[in-house]
């Protein structure tokens, strides 16, 4: 059983556009992440849902619009897609009891390229 | 906020010797160290952690040192084998009830030379 899963793996479309990302956790975790890894392979967190409810958004621009609809499931939909949103989406999760030392599990990543 | 430098950037050993990897954390309230393995195209993997209230931690090959008055947390890995070869990440994070924020390091790429 697949842990963290997410689709589609792989998103190929064209500059403008506008797409979804969904993630789904069988872990009974809390706590929902995603991170964007760019060219140079840098991991950098985008945002956290804690029980449904958004706990960090970083600075990330307002095209990106994260959506929990339950604490299993964070989806991400990015409208007007550029060029600079070419890059490997991770879903992750732990169980965010409030305690900062829960290891985060991620899923295989959503490789997205814009035309 | 937390800022996590990791050195070097490109490791090569043979197969056999030692690695080690070092991060430094800027933000002295952390107090979580995990370290990630990521193999090319493939996710990143929790391979260990450590918690401020411990100065080393070993598992098998791998092992983690942390010096909270330096700020800086090492990874060891022994007896080095060709599927050790990945990108490692340190990462750093303290506890904020439901806002917990890993922020990783930049990644070494570890080659074992055979």
């Known amino acids: 059983d697949t842990a963290v899963s997410q689709t589609p793996k792989y998103l190929v479309t064209q500059m403008g556009n506008d797409k979804s990302i969904k993630c789904e956790q069988n872990?009974?975790?809390?706590?929902m992440y995603w991170y964007k890894q760019d060219s140079k392979k840098f991991l950098k967190i985008m945002f956290s849902y804690n029980n449904k409810e958004l706990i960090i958004n970083e600075t990330v621009p307002n095209r990106f619009s994260p959506k929990s609809p339950d604490k299993a499931h964070l989806n991400l939909h990015i409208n007007s897609l550029e060029l600079g949103d070419s890059a490997v989406y991770f879903c992750?999760?732990?169980?965010?009891?409030?305690?900062?030392?829960?290891?985060?599990?991620f899923g295989d990543g959503t490789r997205l390229s814009i035309l | 906020g937390e800022n996590v430098e990791q050195h070097p950037s490109t490791l090569s050993v043979q197969e056999g010797d030692s690695a080690v990897i070092k991060c430094t954390y800027s933000?002295?309230?952390?107090?979580?160290f995990p370290w990630y393995k990521q193999e090319l195209g493939k996710r990143p993997q929790l391979i260990i952690d450590i918690r401020s209230n411990v100065g080393e931690k070993k598992d098998q090959r791998i092992a983690v040192t942390l010096n909270k008055t330096a700020k800086h947390f090492s990874l060891h890995i022994t007896e080095t084998q060709p599927e050790d070869s990945a990108v490692y990440f340190c990462a750093a994070s303290r506890a904020n009830f439901g806002n917990e924020k890993l922020t990783f390091g930049t990644g070494t790429r570890l080659t074992i030379i055979p």
């Open positions: 933000d002295s309230a952390s107090n979580y």
């Open positions: 872990l009974g975790h809390d706590t």
């Open positions: 992750a999760s732990s169980r965010g009891t409030g305690y900062s030392d829960q290891p985060q599990h």
